[in-house]
């Protein structure tokens, strides 16, 4: 199941706040980085079959099919020179990382 760190919950309620949006956030995959497979969030209805945290003040979701990837993930709060956000981190299941790419730096 995923876990929310409460710096993150603080973060997500803020961005809620501020967008004034009251649907579930979904954690949905992005594609592939050069640490494996890269997960993103945003706010989107909910669907039949959909897994749901419920947290301190909001439901984050994502699709059954996801429940073994995400078994392990953490979302945390980051800062950046934009300001505050959140990141989804996954256990990483490749052996080695930028190994096959050549775009990151």
């Known amino acids: 199941m995923v876990t929310v760190t ?5 973060t997500i309620k803020s961005i809620i706040t501020e967008s004034k949006k009251s649907d579930p956030i979904r954690v949905f995959f ?10 993103m969030m945003a706010f989107d209805k909910q669907k039949d079959g959909d897994v749901e945290v419920k ?10 099919e996801l429940e073994a990837e995400l078994k392990e993930a953490v979302v ?17 299941t490749s052996a080695s990382a930028c ?4 775009g990151c730096h």
């Open 6 to 10: 409460p710096k993150a919950i603080e």
């Open 30 to 39: 992005a594609g592939y980085s050069c640490s494996g497979p890269a997960y």
């Open 55 to 64: 947290t301190d003040g909001f439901k984050l979701i994502y699709e059954k």
């Open 76 to 92: 945390d709060s980051v800062d950046t020179p934009q300001g505050p956000g959140v990141v989804v981190r996954v256990k990483s």
């Open 99 to 102: 190994s096959s790419c050549a």
